[in-house]
């Protein structure tokens, strides 16, 4: 069975920091896109950053690029999603999500979320 769990949300202030961690079972973690994303309340899902399968090159969101990294422990199967300079509108509900093949918005495995407030 697939599982991707995520951890490391909560609330932080603006200007501060937070480490996403998604911890990957049911799949060979190496050959799949792992990627993140993420909710705001009233507003649709939007990609944050991705990890492409096979050579795991990074994607950003332009609206992250500059503050957000995205990374993985192999070793782990865990997938991390460091955000630093966090602002008031990248609160939302961030998502793990996996794919066999590319990223993209409707991925083949989801996490269940971690809940990110940021306080201005």
Not at 82 to 102: G, I, Q, R, S, W
């Amino acid at each position: 069975e697939v599982q991707l769990v995520e951890s490391g949300g909560g609330l932080v202030q603006a200007g501060g920091s937070l480490r996403l961690s998604c911890v990957a079972s049911g799949f060979a973690f190496t050959t799949y896109a792992i990627g993140w994303f993420r909710q705001a309340p009233g507003k649709e899902r939007e990609a944050v950053a991705c990890l492409r399968r096979g050579d795991f090159s990074p994607y950003l969101a332009d609206s992250v690029r500059d503050r957000f990294t995205i990374s993985s422990d192999n070793d782990k199967n865990t997938a991390y999603l460091h955000m630093n300079n966090l602002k008031p509108e990248d609160t939302a509900v961030y998502y793990c999500a996996a794919d066999a093949l590319v990223c993209h918005t409707v991925m083949d495995h989801w996490g269940k979320g971690t809940l990110v407030t940021v306080s201005s």
